[in-house]
């Protein structure tokens, strides 16, 4: 059998925070080798965010907005490539972003146009990652368990790669990395920051600080574990919105940033009853890494070391993106992004629709 080409690509997340574009370049298989190189973010403006915030759901002028995000990407590809000095590259990975994801009736959307963006950087793109996977039956994310299962062959297990980004997700990776369980845990950073958004007009408890100033109440978490997502068996996923109805109410701005704050650890903690095997390390990527609160209530919640990514050098700004460079090379070579532990599809599945640059 001939060795796997190894390709230069470039991979693109635009996360459920709505804060921008994260670009990573790496050389990869899309099977066990892979080289991270170069990476950047590029924040959306503030009116941008807003159109993008306003579209959610699938309201409003999702054209517009899908263009405008398309050629967002386009600069980051660019600049990547002119900035970084990653050229030249064979492949970009695009995820888009998402805007209503309701796979139980079959329907999950990630706005970006793949041509547009093959045609504005002279590059191949592969996007449309998720909708095959619900086609198949699929939960359709999340979509990073197989990246996170490449890049941990070296390390001890069982563990588990918590991210926490707007919707929180965990990937469980045990016996020697032959298995691997994902599934959305809960909510992540998208309640927290809708709550600062709404009370002080920025979407960000910048290192918990508000929470760290208030009281937990317990009796909203309570309420809040009593969901019955969280009685679902995995694979599971949410949509970024699924749990708004938890805002609390009549608690100020400390003490609702730190109930919302405690909200996510408990979720995480409540998801670890689906394991099959206790883990003994939690790596954690995503913005909520960052939030130093968040962070401590994890680890007091499962009783477990709780680090970042970086603990083993992985880039937790650049994991995302990356990952999509890597399923888009796997979607090229006609290899699984998903399988039946990671989304519940029927069977592994395939996906991504390629758009060829000329």
């Not at 994310?141 to 299962?149: D, E, G, R, S, T």
């Not at 689906?274 to 007091?300: D, I, K, S, Y």
Request: glycine fraction near 12%; proline fraction near 6%; hydrophobic fraction near 45%.
């Amino acid at each position: 059998m001939s060795e796997a080409r190894v390709r230069r690509v470039i991979g693109l997340m635009s996360g459920t925070s709505l804060d921008g574009i994260d670009a990573a370049f790496i050389e990869t298989d899309g099977r066990g080798r892979v080289e991270p190189g170069p990476s950047l973010t590029m924040p959306y403006e503030p009116l941008f965010r807003e159109r993008l915030r306003a579209v959610l759901g699938g309201k409003g002028d999702v054209a517009a907005v899908e263009r405008d995000l398309t050629d967002a990407h386009a600069e980051a590809v660019n600049a990547l490539v002119a900035d970084r000095g990653v050229g030249p590259v064979d492949l970009v990975g695009f995820h888009g972003h998402t805007i209503m994801h309701r796979p139980r009736e079959g329907r999950t959307w990630q706005i970006g146009d793949g041509a547009r963006l093959a045609a504005a950087t002279g590059i191949d793109v592969v996007n449309d990652f998720r909708s095959a996977d619900v086609a198949a039956g699929g939960e359709g994310a999340p979509l990073v368990p197989l990246y996170h299962q490449a890049l941990a062959r070296s390390l001890p297990q069982p563990l588990a790669v918590l991210n926490l980004g707007g919707v929180a997700n965990v990937t469980w990776i045990g016996f020697e990395g032959d298995v691997i369980l994902a599934f959305d845990t809960g909510p992540g950073n998208a309640p927290i920051d809708d709550w600062m958004l709404h009370h002080t007009g920025r979407a960000v408890d910048a290192d918990g600080a508000c929470a760290a100033r208030g009281k937990v109440n317990e009796d909203e978490i309570r309420r809040f574990l009593t969901d019955p997502y969280f009685d679902r068996l995995p694979p599971k996923s949410l949509d970024r919105d699924d749990f708004a109805r938890f805002r609390p109410a009549g608690l100020g701005l400390e003490d609702g940033a730190a109930t919302l704050t405690a909200m996510t650890a408990a979720s995480v903690a409540a998801a670890t009853r689906w394991f099959p095997e206790r883990v003994e390390r939690w790596l954690v990527t995503g913005g909520g890494r960052r939030n130093p609160v968040l962070m401590a209530m994890l680890a007091a919640r499962l009783g477990a070391p709780v680090v970042a990514v970086e603990d083993v050098g992985w880039d937790g700004d650049a994991l995302e993106a990356q990952a999509f460079a890597y399923l888009a090379v796997r979607a090229l070579d006609g290899l699984p992004l998903s399988l039946p532990s990671t989304t519940g599809a029927h069977s592994p599945t395939l996906g991504g629709r390629l758009h060829r640059a000329r």
